[in-house]
């Protein structure tokens, strides 16, 4: 009996914004590959990278612990921090246990694929590069702040973020994964630390741009301090664009809900407010606008609506 071959979604993205919709999507019946940024500087990420010369495990540690199917124990001792006196301290078990697969394998992507078959992860989990790199942030005074932990701190405005070293090589199963998608998701996540670190990874961006599929830019709920102060988000858009060698987004995801202003205030400390979504400037770049609450709150903060987002998604595929 033949199998009906399900639909495929790439989404690119990073940070906290892309395990929260990974969860969602995962309960659909459709073929889900995450594409990854290894930018992370910080943490335990930041020193598992440094010492072992790998790509940074963080972000594609919680991507993992999205979209596995085990037990909730597995998951939670897999995602635990160590608070200790000594060097364990701050590390988290799975960025451990993902550095000791790189160390056995030899290749990251190779640990990755073993921890995905460990926590019988739903969909494929790809870095955006199999190597270290390093995210830069020129900003509009000409200053270079380097580091992706940095960057949000600089107290500066960015102009553009760049990659080093020089020569970063994108996977090929990345490139095959996107010219064979149904859907490309970019987002949601950081605009500058998150969602372009993928898109600006020599080859992997391009194929983007000339991707058959159906592009989604799931636009931020909040602005944030340090990368996107005041951003509407046809700001968010042309930041994108100014990245890349097209303008290639068809759809864009914003939140017509309102913000309780007691949760609002609470964001206002960190300098963080509702991204303003200018309609007329989005449909004047040539997007189609979809309008919904996609919102909800989680101990205070602000996130999306997995379940919400993940069925507006569904429902975009072109055959189901």
Same mark, same amino acid.
């Given at each position: 009996?033949?199998? &009906?071959?399900?639909?495929?979604? +790439? ?20 073929? #889900? =590959?995450?594409? +990854? %940024? ?9 020193? #598992? ?17 999205? @979209? ?7 998951? !939670? ?27 056995? =394998?030899? $290749? ?12 019988? +992860?739903?969909?494929? +989990? @790809? ?20 580091? &992706? ?13 760049? @990659?080093?070293? *020089?020569?970063?090589?994108? @996977? ?30 020599? !080859? ?13 830019? #799931? ?8 990368? %996107? ?10 930041? #994108?664009?100014?990245?890349? !060698?097209?303008?290639?987004?068809? =759809?864009?995801?914003?939140? $017509? ?7 609002? &205030? ?26 919904? !609450?996609?919102?909800? /709150? ?15 998604? /569904? *429902? ?5």
């Amino acid at each position: 009996m033949k199998t &009906e071959k399900k639909s495929k979604i +790439v989404i690119i993205g990073g940070g906290t914004g892309l395990p929260v919709l990974l969860r969602g999507l995962k309960k659909y019946p459709v073929d #889900i =590959t995450a594409i +990854v %940024t290894v930018a992370d500087d910080g943490g335990s990420s930041g020193r #598992i990278r440094e010492e072992m010369d790998m790509p940074s495990p963080g972000d594609i540690r919680n991507v993992l612990a999205a @979209l596995s199917d085990v037990e909730p124990l597995v998951e !939670q001792m897999f995602q635990h921090r160590f608070k200790t006196d000594n060097e364990l301290s701050g590390h988290s078990l799975g960025n451990l246990i993902i550095a000791a697969l790189t160390s056995i =394998t030899g $290749n990251f992507v190779h640990a990755v694929q073993e921890m995905s078959k460990v926590l019988n +992860v739903h969909g494929k +989990v @790809l870095p955006a590069a199999n190597q270290s790199v390093v995210l830069h942030a020129e900003m509009t005074d000409g200053t270079i702040v380097s580091g &992706e932990s940095k960057i949000p701190f600089s107290g500066k405005k960015i102009k553009r973020v760049f @990659l080093t070293p *020089d020569v970063i090589y994108p @996977l090929s199963e990345t490139i095959r994964e996107i010219r064979q998608a149904d859907l490309i998701v970019i987002g949601p996540g950081s605009l500058y630390t998150s969602v372009l670190p993928n898109l600006i990874v020599p !080859q992997l961006g391009e194929e983007v741009c000339k991707a058959k599929a159906k592009k989604v830019y #799931i636009c931020n709920l909040m602005t944030q301090a340090g990368e %996107t102060l005041d951003y509407t988000a046809s700001d968010h858009v042309e930041a #994108i664009y100014q990245h890349m !060698q097209c303008r290639f987004i068809d =759809t864009i995801l914003v939140n $017509n809900e309102e913000i309780p202003q007691n949760i609002q &205030e609470r964001y206002k400390e960190e300098l963080a407010k509702p991204v303003v979504y200018d309609v007329d400037n989005l449909v004047n770049l040539g997007l189609d606008v979809i309008y919904d !609450q996609i919102l909800t /709150y989680e101990g205070g903060l602000i996130r999306h609506d997995t379940d919400k987002v993940a069925r507006i998604l /569904y *429902d975009m595929l072109p055959s189901k």
